[in-house]
């Protein structure tokens, strides 16, 4: 059984998820770390509820997960907001 844990102290609008490593956060479900139980025991003890571990089969079976495009990236924003993008269909 692997775990992700939530950042009670991190979100803010979205659900965000410690990465891989406890290297940072993310709020894309599919990048964020898979952790042990060991693991999770001893990241999350001491942090009065802040860092939370949830059972990786529950967030897809009782969370609403959706993918959503970063439009703060500079690559995504010129894809889609430049009159000229292939995206776009402007052959």
Given at each position: ?91
């Amino acid at each position: 059984m692997s775990y992700l844990i939530f950042s009670k102290r991190h979100t803010n609008g979205v659900a965000m998820w410690w990465r891989p490593n406890a290297s940072g956060y993310t709020n894309d479900v599919n990048e964020a770390g898979r952790y042990s139980k060991i693991e999770v025991e001893s990241y999350c003890a001491g942090t009065q509820g802040d860092n939370i571990p949830v059972d990786e089969l529950l967030v897809y079976r009782d969370l609403k997960v959706r993918r959503i495009v970063d439009m703060g990236d500079s690559s995504n924003y010129a894809l889609l907001m430049t009159p000229n993008s292939p995206l776009l269909g402007n052959d």
